[in-house]
């Protein structure tokens, strides 16, 4: 079963508006993580944030984390076309850190 | 350099084919993995190796089998392959942090595998 799942599935935004994607988890983790992949191609980490962490922010992007909801939400401000991608939370539990699940993913669409 | 490569990129093999996924990366890290993803959906961990070893079967079929014959490279040895097998195959590596906890992956761009 799925440690991670996002919503909404799908976003279609246009460019300069800020997207919002969100993943839920199950159990506790040591830390969360957001990759993107561009369509059939492999993933890029994008930013990790760890469990005693609640926001961090790289660029254009900002991660929260909130543990006692086990949710954390994605933030891209100024979207451009370029970030047209599926977006992926992953996460370690706690007991397990050697495995890495990946959420259900956003796929995000940029229209110029 | 901080590339994983992945060969080949694609393939294509009948149900009774041997053949193999290669997959190398020389950023010194001793973590190496390998994914399934099937289409528009997230990846799903096969096999983790760690330190060359062998630390996580996700109950994978036996008619895959991985190897790692060193610190850099990783094997996907496929044998005997249903069509449902067909997927992208992932490749990734990361540090190994004493603290266990997760350190980012790096990914290849995958083997668009399909069976026949």
């Known amino acids: 079963s799925q440690q991670g799942e996002e919503d909404p599935q799908a976003l279609s935004i246009q460019e300069g508006e800020n997207a919002t994607m969100n993943c839920s988890y199950k159990?506790?983790?040591?830390?969360l993580q957001w990759y993107r992949q561009n369509s059939g191609r492999g993933l890029v980490h994008l930013i990790l944030?760890?469990?005693?962490?609640r926001e961090k922010h790289s660029g254009r992007l900002r991660v929260t984390l909130d543990t006692s909801k086990k949710s954390s939400s994605l933030l891209i401000t100024a979207s451009r076309a370029a970030d047209t991608a599926s977006y992926f939370c992953a996460t370690d539990a706690a007991r397990s850190a050697r495995q890495l699940t990946f959420g259900s993913g956003t796929q995000l669409t940029v229209l110029p | 350099d901080t590339e994983v490569t992945q060969t080949p990129k694609h393939l294509v093999m009948g149900m009774t084919n041997k053949k193999s996924l290669k997959c190398e990366q020389h950023m010194g890290h001793r973590a190496m993995y390998w994914y399934k993803q099937k289409a528009k959906k997230p990846p799903e961990l096969m096999f983790v190796y760690s330190y060359e070893k062998l630390s996580i079967n996700e109950s994978v079929p036996s008619r895959f089998s991985p190897e790692c014959p060193n610190s850099s490279l990783l094997n996907l040895h496929l044998h005997a392959l249903q069509p449902e097998d067909s997927a992208l195959y992932l490749c990734?590596?990361?540090?190994?942090?004493?603290?266990?906890?997760?350190?980012?992956?790096?990914f290849g761009p995958g083997t668009r595998l399909t069976v026949l």
């Open positions: 944030i760890r469990s005693n962490e």
């Open positions: 159990t506790s983790i040591n830390n």
């Open positions: 990734a590596s990361s540090q190994v942090d004493m603290g266990f906890t997760y350190n980012e992956q790096f």
